[in-house]
């Protein structure tokens, strides 16, 4: 089994969620499930051009970092997403808790 993620995973793991990630880049529930799977114009776990511009504007927003925004196109390993994951994670809780 291979550790790669695709895009669509990197984003799920990296947002927190496939519900959270939906709802970032305004879609439907469950819209994200069709991504999984290829279509006429990209491969399985490609995003859309449209989401791709959404995702990118919130990586942006949440100061995620260029390089680390190359992996929501291009996909990545989890070895490699894993401190990102975490980063994002802590950032929100931060924010959580000071609002509260």
């Known amino acids: 089994m291979s550790c790669y993620l695709t895009p669509l995973d990197v ?7 496939r519900s959270e990630f939906e709802c970032i880049v305004g879609s439907k529930p469950k819209s994200s499930y069709a991504w999984s799977r290829a279509a006429k114009y990209r491969e399985a776990g490609d995003l859309p051009a449209y989401i791709q511009r959404r995702v ?6 949440i ?3 260029e390089f680390q925004a190359l992996w929501l196109i291009e996909g990545s ?3 490699i ?3 990102a994951v975490m980063a994002v994670r802590d950032q929100a809780k931060r924010q959580r808790l000071a609002a509260e």
């Open 11 to 17: 984003c799920i793991e990296i947002f927190g969620g």
């Open 56 to 61: 990118m504007r919130h990586a942006r927003k």
């Open 63 to 65: 100061k995620l970092g």
């Open 77 to 79: 390993s989890r070895k």
């Open 81 to 83: 997403i894993e401190p």
